[in-house]
Each structure stands twice: as structure tokens, then as C-alpha cells.
């Protein structure tokens, strides 16, 4: 279990939500996992449609609670999924300029998308492969 996302990223600009990245060993695990979750107050969100062996879900806090959302990312052990997540979590906390150009891009995506996160997320992908295929050697 790793947290992920830019509030895992010391001084960038973040939306409160923390995302958590769970990689499972065994992917067959997930559907049990996934009830789990549901039945936790989960939701069940749009995933990342370029990768196989994840899920993802979402839990909005209640009304009147001190909490903030939490995007929960369910990936193969073995898949690419988890890994360019932490891969691009590490070229931010690691590259003070890809921290800085990422930070400018995301402000410009929710002043351009507001609070449509598919969008927003769609927008920032050529950014965040271009990173991840540079720190994975590719």
C-alpha cells in the first residue's frame, strides 16, 4: 500500500484527495477486495481504460465530517498500472522542475475543467507518460 498522487508530493499544489495505491499479488483478489470496498462506502470509478488489472474507487466524506475524499487505486503487482504510478510519484519528489512544470500544468487543467476529474486526468496523461517512460529508461 503506497500513497500516491500530489498530495504524496512535499510543496505541490494538491486537490484535497489522497490517493492510496494498493498492488495486489494475487489479481483474482480484487473482486473480493472491491466488495470490501463498496461496502465501506466505496464507489466504483472510471478506471484508467489503457491499463489491464486495475480498479479504481472513490469515498466522498459525509456531510459535516472532517475528512477529505479518498481515491482508491486497486493494480496488478504486476502490471504497468502500479508501477508508473510510483514511477512518476518519485520523478516529482525527485525533479524540483518536473514538480514545478507539473504544478503549472494541473493549475491550468482545473481552471480549464473545473471539477470534471476525467478531463482533467485525460489532460495531464501526455505529461505524466512522457516522465515515466524517461525515469523507466524509455
Known amino acids: 500500500m503506497d500513497h500516491v498522487g500530489s498530495t504524496a508530493v512535499a510543496g505541490l499544489p494538491a486537490k484535497p484527495i489522497v490517493d492510496i495505491l494498493i498492488c495486489l499479488q494475487d489479481w483474482a483478489a480484487s473482486a473480493p477486495f472491491g466488495d470490501e470496498l463498496t461496502g465501506r462506502g466505496y464507489v466504483r470509478g472510471i478506471g484508467d481504460d489503457r491499463f489491464d488489472e486495475q480498479k479504481f474507487f472513490t469515498r466522498e ?5 472532517n475528512e477529505v475524499p479518498i481515491h482508491m487505486h486497486l493494480a496488478s503487482a504486476t502490471g504497468r498500472y502500479g508501477r508508473d504510478m510510483l514511477a512518476f510519484r518519485e520523478v516529482l519528489r525527485a525533479n524540483p522542475v518536473a514538480r514545478l512544470n ?6 491550468k487543467l482545473a481552471a480549464r475543467f473545473g471539477t470534471d476529474l476525467e478531463a482533467y486526468t485525460r489532460e495531464k496523461t501526455e505529461f505524466v507518460r512522457a516522465r515515466v517512460g524517461a525515469y523507466n529508461g524509455g
Not at 466524506?61 to 465530517?65: H, K, L, R
Not at 507539473?102 to 493549475?107: C, G, H, R
Open 61 to 65: 466524506p459525509e456531510p459535516g465530517q
Open 102 to 107: 507539473y504544478a503549472e500544468l494541473k493549475q
